[in-house]
């Protein structure tokens, strides 16, 4: 997944530089709190369920830091497009993790290392201009 991002105008939040539209925003983050409220890790059948829930519409949720009078919102999303352009771009990105032997879907950390070590890339491309 190719992430495109302006250095002037860097948003906060971390589902916005990430996905283009506002529904996989929307899906996304809620796929990472349901994870968290399952202790950061789900079972791939439970991601299936995550999956089908989204797939048929049933899926309830309400953005944290809105206000209470707003209503929760129905989310609605393709199934396949869920694993092709939600689940998939974050295993490939590091953001979630999957345990091969315990087919487990887990929350990670990996993203942040990774961003670090194309930073430390960028910075030996810089320094061997300079030394020509």
Request: aromatic share 12%; glycine share 8%; charged share 30%.
């Amino acid at each position: 997944m190719v992430i495109l991002f302006d250095q002037y105008n860097l948003p906060e939040d971390i589902y916005l530089i990430i996905f283009p539209t506002e529904q996989q925003q929307i899906v996304a983050r809620a796929l990472i709190k349901y994870m968290w409220d399952n202790g950061g890790e789900m079972g791939k059948t439970e991601m299936g369920v995550f999956a089908t829930l989204l797939h048929e519409g049933n899926m309830v949720f309400k953005e944290e830091g809105k206000s209470p009078l707003e209503r929760e919102m129905r989310i609605s999303y393709n199934k396949r497009q869920f694993y092709d352009r939600i689940l998939t771009p974050m295993r490939g990105m590091g953001l979630v993790d999957y345990d091969l032997y315990k087919k487990t879907y887990r929350v990670s950390d990996k993203f942040n290392k990774l961003m670090i070590r194309v930073g430390l890339t960028w910075l030996r491309e810089y320094e061997k201009k300079g030394k020509k």
